[in-house]
């Protein structure tokens, strides 16, 4: 069984930083994608960052150059470090991962963690 854990959401001013973490355990291999979305109330959910095996790593344009995705292949975990926080970016951040398995490959998602940003 795959386990996403998210941890790091919280209340922060506008103008601030916050970094989220994901941890994945249980029986993953082979990560192609590692994923930072988010979804605001009345919106869809929409892609934060996302870092791949093959392409390397884009954001979305409303994050460029204040968020940054990172991984450890090692540990399993993808970070997002978000600086220059606004009100929009408030919402429920998701990681996702995607993992080949057997010949397949399957998405797995966290429970979500909040961010509130305050103006």
């Known amino acids: 069984q795959v386990q996403l854990v998210e941890s790091g959401g919280g209340l922060v001013q506008a103008g601030g930083s916050l970094r989220l973490s994901c941890a994945a355990s249980?029986?993953?291999?082979?990560?192609?994608?590692m994923g930072w979305y988010r979804q605001a109330p009345g919106k869809q959910r929409e892609l934060v960052a996302r870092?791949?095996?093959?392409?390397?790593?884009n954001y979305a344009d409303s994050v460029k150059g204040r968020f940054t995705i990172s991984r450890d292949n090692a540990k399993k975990m993808v970070y997002l470090q978000m600086n220059s926080l606004e009100p929009e970016d408030a919402a429920v951040y998701y990681c996702?991962?995607?993992?080949?398995?057997?010949?397949?490959?399957?998405?797995?998602w966290g429970q979500g963690t909040q961010v509130t940003v305050s103006s």
């Open positions: 249980g029986s993953i291999f082979s990560i192609n994608v």
């Open positions: 996702e991962v995607r993992a080949l398995r057997g010949f397949s490959e399957i998405d797995y």
């Open positions: 870092i791949t095996n093959i392409k390397g790593t």
